[in-house]
Nanobody
Framework: QVQLVESGGGLVQAGGSLRLSCAASGRTFSSYNMGWFRQAPGKEREFVAA????????YYADSVKGRFTISRDNAKNTGYLQMNSLRPADTAVYYC????????????????WGQGTQVTVSS
């Protein structure tokens, strides 16, 4: 089992920045690929970014490419999502997730999920 806890969400004006953290406990975090997803009211959960076990490879949704950066610190069992140039369309609950499988954008491939953190971007 891997337990994941997100933090760092909040209210920010358009153009601002936030840094989300995902603290992991339980089994070795460094054995899992990690992803970030988001879900806005009335919409399906969508892929945001993913990072491999070593951090050597990262993947992004087109909608966040160039604005968001995913990273991880395996020594601290923590993953991060740096979000810059935020837009009202980025408003959602953000979830981190972990999978022992290859990095993927499919929510169904992830075994472990955090409880989510709300990000609200005002115009």
């Amino acid at each position: 089992q891997v337990q994941l806890v997100e933090s760092g969400g909040g209210l920010v004006q358009a153009g601002g920045s936030l840094r989300l953290s995902c603290a992991a406990s339980g089994r070795t975090f460094s054995s899992y690929n990690m992803g970030w997803f988001r879900q806005a009211p009335g919409k399906e959960r969508e892929f945001v970014a993913a990072i491999t076990v070593s951090g050597a490879r990262t993947y992004y949704a087109d909608s966040v490419k160039g604005r968001f950066t995913i990273s991880r610190d395996n020594a601290k069992n923590t993953g991060y999502l740096q979000m810059n140039s935020l837009r009202p369309a980025d408003t959602a609950v953000y979830y981190c997730a972990a999978t022992p499988r290859i990095s993927t954008s499919l929510p169904s491939a992830y075994n472990y999920w955090g409880q989510g953190t709300q990000v609200t971007v005002s115009s």
